[in-house]
């Protein structure tokens, strides 16, 4: 009898021991967990190309006549700005050149060693061909096509109460007053707290009502490393009304990037399955698709913009590799 319920009680725990790695087998363990934020600072790292990358790159692809005139600017995460024009140039060893010069002159005006990251169109310019565009979509185009068939429409000016009212200096703020029928007047101020005093005199003045909800702000001069920057599209005002400065965004960069191939692990409760993927789209495609079911198969290894190696064993790693991706700039 004791025989037999031994036996009983030995096959019970064989059965829920074995129950229990099937069930395990169906999670990913917590240790090896993507979490949600790290998901996407990975498809951040890999979708991202700057404006240095994405010129060059399509240019060097492209068969068209090189674009004569660059219109370009330097702009580091501190804020510091330096601006320069590329041209006339009739090819991309050229404009290499001429870029590296830039970066050279731009040390010397300021003392700031910019990168390649720091790089931004302002715009691009064909005398015989076409003049302004500095959109993506429109590079992207003239590089296909050697043409253009649309015409890039710039927005400008900001509401007054989209920007931050913490920011104030003593830049000189350009204010468009508007009503239901369109724009009404504008006049300038120094700083945002000059705002009340200049909006109180013109009612006074005009036996008006205005308020600041009839205020957009429709462009800033302020100096920087004593260059005097003029600021009026959106993108630009809602940037430097952040934090008084024009700077660069470094939630997004293009100085750290992975090296193919490398494999995930897919696992749910119908599969389990190894993913090897061999390029940015691949990554991005998987991940937008089922990052909840993947666990990376380390080392991966990463490179960066300054030539460094990096080879990371886990998601921690990984994870402060791209937040610290700035320090791998060139």
């Not at 399509?58 to 004569?68: D, G, K, L, M, P």
């Not at 096509?145 to 920007?163: K, N």
């Not at 089922?290 to 990376?296: I, M, V």
């Amino acid at each position: 009898m004791n025989n037999i319920f031994n036996v009983s009680v030995l096959t019970f725990f064989i059965i829920v021991t074995l129950q229990s790695c099937d069930s395990n087998d169906d999670f990913t363990s917590y240790e090896q967990v993507i979490t949600t934020d790290l998901a996407n600072k990975v498809i951040t790292t890999a979708s991202s190309i700057n404006d240095y990358n994405f010129f060059v790159n399509n240019a060097a692809n492209s068969s068209c006549s090189f674009i004569q005139y660059t219109w370009g600017y330097f702009n580091n995460p501190e804020g510091d700005y330096y601006e320069f024009t590329l041209g006339p140039i009739e090819s991309l060893d050229m404009w290499l050149k001429e870029y590296e010069d830039a970066k050279t002159d731009a040390l010397k005006a300021t003392g700031i060693q910019f990168s390649n990251e720091d790089f931004f169109i302002k715009q691009l310019n064909n005398p015989s061909g076409f003049a302004g565009i500095s959109e993506r979509e429109s590079i992207l185009e003239y590089f296909e096509y050697c043409y253009l068939t649309w015409t890039e429409t710039s927005v400008y000016s900001v509401p007054f109460s989209d920007i931050s009212i913490n920011c104030d200096s003593n830049a000189t703020i350009y204010f468009w007053l508007f009503d239901e029928n369109g724009k009404v007047d504008s006049f300038e101020g120094i700083g945002l707290n000059s705002l009340d005093g200049l909006l109180t005199d013109y009612n006074l003045d005009n036996n008006t009502n205005y308020s600041n909800d009839n205020i957009r702000i429709g462009s800033v001069t302020y100096t920087s490393n004593n260059e005097e920057l003029w600021l009026r599209d959106q993108d630009d005002l809602m940037n430097y009304f952040e934090n008084c400065m024009l700077s660069r965004d470094t939630s997004e960069s293009d100085c750290l990037n992975f090296v193919y191939p490398l494999q995930v692990n897919r696992t749910n409760k119908q599969i389990d399955d190894v993913i090897t993927l061999e390029n940015d789209e691949d990554l991005v495609t998987t991940f937008n698709t089922n990052a909840d079911e993947l666990t990376f198969i380390f080392p991966i290894k990463l490179l960066g913009a300054d030539g460094t190696h990096l080879i990371v064993e886990s998601n921690d790693n990984l994870e402060n590799a791209i937040d610290n991706s700035v320090d791998y700039c060139y």
